[in-house]
């Protein structure tokens, strides 16, 4: 650096720990119950049971989702496809009608950071107490807080990274392979991974997820309007802001119902000061509305400075909530739910995928008839076995007019029992008369090829029906194939 000259400017602000003030309020009450929902949701859905098996597993190994009764195969991906769609959908909906609702009281990272300030509130004492043990020096007082708090922590963490694995694996053989040390490398490594990510994100990072690394604080500004419910501060009965005694008219003393105590900023979880404006940072949390709101009773105020309200209301002009792009986005919703529990209601649970013999097209046998096999994978995504038939449909098995059929399976119609769950592999042979000794309409409809000596393959149709439901069917198609002469 030269001398005399003025010093570089960093653009890089070193990090100030946050430390959230306790709050109590309606907003606080209801963030609070959406997080004790949401965690135990998480925590108790992998040990319930059902139908003798885990009523919620993510089976990758075996590519299956059970949820409760219902088994969803990679054949029905689609619904994950829809669920993304609808979820996508209401975010885009609740923040064009409420702002960042998803954020305050159902993210994962505000639900989980919940917990670990919980936690070291117990540990370390208040707001207050937390600065003050931070500046102090060590001792061992100070030593034992903190080693408690990072064993609380990590424990929670540990079991957060289990409980998630849990969902992926049953829950209770990989509960009993921990303690006994048997786990996989891969569960113990994925248990490891999220305790870790959990440790690190709730504990540490808190409010630079939100401010720096989450996506959506960088767009959701382009969902919101004027007509928007958001979290903010009235300036034009809030300034000018000062200190005064409770029971004094601020008017007299040419202020506004702001007492500048500061304390929407200290619960602000990120941070932030709301008196000055919207901003990206804000989660909508609404622990400032709580602490203005027990000042505004304090002081004898009306409460209201800092709520949720629209722009437009602020500016005091009409606002409305239910608009076109509000509208737009209820209606998509609503066809796009409705649509899915239809289309789960008339979902079949069983499948029928075709594949022909790789090795051989067609054998010629003794009979004069021309053979194909096929390999038929039957999917029974119900929750009970079934004995499926297999056979052709009508038109495919249909007499040729010398009182033969033109194809037809060997053995006719053969049985196979698929238990619950499992994709059953069927090989099956499907047999019909030589082009030669066939009717000339057939030989022409086949459209032989003369390079190959292949007669066109022709389309078939298997179809399964099971035994004890004849609702129960599913249909594929595939090709026959036969040579020229």
Request: aromatic content about 14%.
């Given at each position: ?264 900023v200290q619960v602000c979880p990120t941070g932030i000061d709301i008196r000055q404006g919207l901003q990206y940072e804000c989660i909508a949390c609404a622990a400032c509305i709580d602490a203005c709101d027990s000042v505004m009773d304090h002081m004898g105020y009306p409460r209201g400075l800092i ?17 076109p792009r509000v509208l737009v986005y209820g209606m998509l919703l609503a066809v796009l739910i409705g649509g899915f529990v239809v289309a789960l209601a008339l979902r079949k649970p069983v499948g029928l995928d075709v594949l022909h013999d790789r090795n051989t097209l067609y054998r010629n046998l ?120």
């Open positions: 650096m030269t001398v005399g000259a003025p010093p570089e400017e960093s653009y890089y602000a070193a990090h100030q720990k946050v430390y959230p003030r306790e709050v109590r309020g309606v907003f606080t009450r209801l963030r609070i119950t959406a997080a004790w929902v949401l965690l135990g949701l998480f925590y108790g859905l992998p040990w319930l049971r059902w139908e003798g098996r885990q009523a919620i597993l993510f089976d990758l190994p075996a590519r299956q989702f059970h949820l409760f009764g219902l088994t969803l195969w990679p054949q029905d991906f689609v619904f994950l496809a829809w669920l993304l769609v609808i979820a996508a959908l209401s975010l885009f909906f609740f923040t064009a009608v409420a702002g960042r609702l998803w954020c305050g009281y159902a993210c994962p990272q505000t639900v989980w950071t919940e917990v670990f300030l919980w936690m070291e509130r117990v540990t370390e004492g208040d707001r207050s107490r937390r600065m003050k043990l931070d500046a102090a020096p060590w001792s061992i007082a100070k030593l034992g807080r903190k080693a408690l708090k990072q064993i609380l922590w990590i424990g929670f963490a540990l079991w957060t990274g289990f409980t998630f694995v849990g969902f992926f694996t049953p829950i209770t053989d990989l509960a009993s392979r921990l303690f006994a040390f048997s786990a996989s490398s891969w569960e113990t490594f994925w248990v490891l991974f999220y305790g870790f990510a959990t440790y690190g994100n709730a504990g540490f990072l808190r409010e630079q997820v939100c401010k720096y690394m989450c996506p959506y604080a960088r767009f959701q500004s382009a969902m919101f309007d004027r007509d928007t419910l958001i979290i903010t501060y009235d300036a034009a009965r809030g300034e000018p802001r000062g200190g005064r005694r409770k029971g004094v008219d601020p008017a007299s003393n040419g202020l506004g119902s702001c007492t500048d105590c500061t304390l929407c709520r949720y309200d629209t722009q437009h209301r602020l500016e005091h002009r009409s606002t409305r909530i239910l608009r003794p009979s004069g008839e021309i053979e194909n096999v096929y390999l038929l994978k039957i999917m029974n995504k119900d929750s009970r076995p079934h004995e499926f038939r297999v056979s052709l449909e009508p038109e495919e098995a249909a007499t040729d007019g010398e009182g033969s059929n033109r194809h037809r399976l060997d053995p006719e119609e053969p049985k196979f029992l698929v238990p619950a769950g499992e994709v059953f592999n069927a090989a099956v042979r499907v047999r019909r008369r030589a082009w030669n000794d066939a009717a000339d309409t057939d030989h022409e409809d086949s459209g032989a090829d003369a390079e190959t000596g292949l007669g066109a393959a022709d389309e078939i149709h298997f179809v399964i029906t099971a035994a004890d439901d004849p609702g129960l069917t599913a249909r594929a198609e595939s090709r026959f194939f036969a040579p020229r002469d």
